[in-house]
């Protein structure tokens, strides 16, 4: 069973995905706002009934219904809002991923937990501190979407699919996040080969603004492509599908790091986490990894120790 937590445009978008891909019979949707996850799962039950989906959403607002799932997905929390940053929710989101988290560890405790909340990075090391559970079983949902947008702008400038681009994007899911086009590829050819250094800082700049760009475009966050990362790697945890993908995870030492969470390629499978890949950076790429990771700590040092336990 597959529990997701917050019935927003996010979650309903990834309900509606992971259903489409059948990847479970059986799927919750939690949020406290009565009436909201009922209304969301009646709807996309006509869904399947129209498509012929063997899928079931349940609709509830108590916890306790989360109880048996395999994968929690939870998306709950405030959204940004045009002008502002993913740091300006961090004591907000805090609360509520604090909250969800000791749920989780009462309900689910047998669970991978992916999360998107924002920031992403300092609520995944929340999660991960108020469920107890494993750094291999708590993830932050970003890289995929951070590389999805990077392979768009690069592939877009090149004029191929962005399938054929392999986009690498590490750090923080942030103002200081870093795309890295020396360790991006298309079919092993580097993109400074098939871009200028111009076209380059262009690609960088609009995948870092991508997400402030669609909020100030439409007045609330991004949805439909988070949407679609969190079935992916929905697939890869359900199937044991050994993805290699890109997300925050605590890591423990590598890349020189402890304790810390921020996004770099791993082995995503039914245990969650089952490897982290470590790339070789350039000496300027491991400073810009290291401001990187200096911005999630920041983060991490502001967060009210109440909601650290």
Do not use: C
């Not at 109880?67 to 509520?96: F, H, Q, W, Y």
């Not at 004029?159 to 690498?168: D, E, F, K, L």
């Not at 030492?253 to 039914?270: C, D, M, T, W």
Request: glycine share 10%; charged share 20%; no cysteine.
């Amino acid at each position: 069973m597959i529990t997701i937590v917050g019935s927003g445009r996010v979650g309903t978008a990834a309900a509606a995905i992971i259903g489409l891909m059948r990847l479970d019979a059986r799927i919750v949707l939690i949020d406290i706002v009565r009436g909201l996850p009922q209304g969301e799962a009646l709807d996309l039950n006509h869904m399947s009934s129209i498509l012929g989906l063997d899928v079931e959403y349940l609709g509830s607002n108590d916890y306790r219904d989360m109880a048996g799932s395999d994968l929690v997905i939870v998306t709950a929390g405030l959204p940004r809002k045009p002008g502002m940053t993913r740091e300006e929710l961090l004591e907000s989101n805090a609360k509520i991923v604090h909250e969800i988290g000791r749920e989780i560890r009462r309900h689910a405790p047998d669970s991978v937990v992916i999360l998107t909340t924002n920031p992403l990075d300092a609520m995944t090391y929340v999660m991960w501190r108020a469920t107890g559970l494993p750094r291999e079983r708590v993830i932050g949902f970003s890289g995929v979407l951070d590389a999805g947008r990077m392979a768009y702008y690069a592939a877009r400038r090149i004029g191929i699919s962005p399938a054929s681009v392999t986009a690498v994007v590490l750090g923080q899911h942030g103002e200081s996040m870093l795309p890295v086009p020396g360790k991006s590829f298309v079919h092993g050819v580097p993109l400074s080969r098939l871009l200028t250094e111009e076209q380059l800082r262009e690609v960088v700049e609009e995948t870092v603004r991508a997400g402030a760009r669609i909020t100030e475009l439409r007045g609330f966050s991004s949805n439909w492509g988070p949407g679609a990362g969190l079935a992916l790697m929905a697939y890869a945890v359900k199937r044991d599908a050994r993805r290699v993908l890109i997300a925050s995870v605590v890591l423990q030492g590598e890349y020189g790091v402890h304790g810390v969470p921020v996004e770099v390629p791993l082995v995503l499978g039914r245990g969650g986490v089952l490897r982290v890949l470590e790339l070789e950076l350039t000496p300027e790429e491991r400073q810009k990894f290291a401001e990187s990771v200096e911005a999630v700590r920041r983060l991490i040092a502001q967060i009210p120790p109440a909601y650290l336990q």
